[in-house]
């Protein structure tokens, strides 16, 4: 189908484009790589009348790291990401889990801030941030303001963002060095979304889990940060009882929906054994 008609505007700013979203407000949206918006405006369950392209803001493209931080502005690509050498120094996981984002067409113009600002469950990136306790920065004419990617989503397609933000940057703790960490996913081919998936992040002293992040991502209407395992596993030596209990407590935050990828025992089941690949996979590659 062909989207409804819209209107225009390729702003060279974030200021500039926050401005024209607080001006024409809700009949508004803004475009990023247009991968997950423009298929849903040809299937009319978006019709805006106006379209923002963030596509001419290079003040939200590109990645660095300040400090203890890395920032990622919104309108960086996946193939921005996986192509980043020193990112994937700092932060491996990232190229490993936008690798499985789709396919090179999908990634070289979907963006991080799209991935992440949509509000899909199925999308790969959100459950990623969580696990990383990533910060995402929202801009809007009238200033800037902090919402922790934890406590940002809110059911699907429902987030902390307000209509008039922008997000315009995520900003990560950087991991410590000589971290541990894995994103896997089950797909029922190249390019589809998760049947389910779950990212670990995590650090080892003296054989002992130091600090962990867990992240699932596709068993529920958000993403879901794994609290009760990560609470379960830290200061454990990664023991088989020990990862029985987190992966139990992991499976019991899960709510998939019955749907082509399975039924939701399935798929809650297959949340658990992707956990506990990546675990194992993480602690292999974690310094002990
Ligand atoms: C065939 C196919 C397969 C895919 N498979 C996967 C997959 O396996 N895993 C996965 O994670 N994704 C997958 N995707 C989705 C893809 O990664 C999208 O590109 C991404 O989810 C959205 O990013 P985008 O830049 O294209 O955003 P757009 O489509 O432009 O925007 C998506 C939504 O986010 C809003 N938005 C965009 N940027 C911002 C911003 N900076 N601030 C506030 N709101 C914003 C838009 O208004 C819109 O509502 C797939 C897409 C396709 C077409």
């Known amino acids: 189908m062909i989207p ?12 500039e484009a926050a401005a024209l979203l607080a001006r024409l407000d809700s ?21 805006p009348s106006h379209l923002i392209d963030l596509g001419g803001c290079a003040d939200i493209k ?19 990401i996986i192509g980043n050498d020193a990112l994937a120094a700092a932060a491996p996981i990232l190229r490993e889990t936008a690798l499985l984002i789709a396919d090179p067409q ?16 199925g999308n790969d990136m959100p459950a ?5 306790d990533a910060t995402y920065v929202l ?23 307000q209509a008039q933000e922008i997000l315009a940057a995520i900003r990560i703790p950087k991991p410590p060095g000589g971290h541990g960490y894995a994103y896997e996913k089950l797909k029922r081919k190249v390019g589809d979304y998760a049947t389910a998936a779950a990212a670990v992040v995590l650090s080892m002293a003296g054989g002992k889990v130091g600090r962990i992040g867990i992240g699932l991502t596709n068993v ?19 023991d088989t009882a020990s990862i029985d209990r987190a992966v139990a407590a992991a499976e019991a935050i899960t709510s998939p929906a019955n749907d082509g990828r399975g039924p939701a025992e399935y798929r ?3 949340a658990g054994v992707m956990l506990r690949r990546a675990l194992a996979r993480a602690a292999a590659r974690a310094a002990q």
Request: proline residues 4%; glycine residues 12%.
């Open 106 to 121: 999908v990634r070289y113009l979907g963006t991080i801030g799209g991935n992440t600002a949509n509000g899909d469950p």
């Open 139 to 161: 801009r809007s004419q009238s200033g800037e303001r902090k919402v922790k990617a934890r406590e940002f989503y809110l059911g699907p397609y429902d987030t902390a963002a």
């Open 62 to 80: 590109g990645v660095r790291v300040e400090g203890a931080e890395i920032v990622i502005g919104a309108m960086t690509t996946q193939h921005d």
């Open 220 to 238: 529920a209407g958000t993403p879901l940060f794994a609290h009760d395992a990560c609470a379960i596993l830290t200061g454990s030596a990664l």
């Open 4 to 15: 409804g008609s819209f209107e225009y505007h390729r702003p060279s700013n974030v200021g």
């Open 27 to 47: 009949d508004a949206r803004v475009l990023a790589g247009g991968h997950s918006l423009i298929p849903m405006m040809r299937l009319r369950m978006a019709q």
């Open 268 to 270: 809650t089941k297959m």
């Open 128 to 132: 990623l941030m969580m696990t990383l």
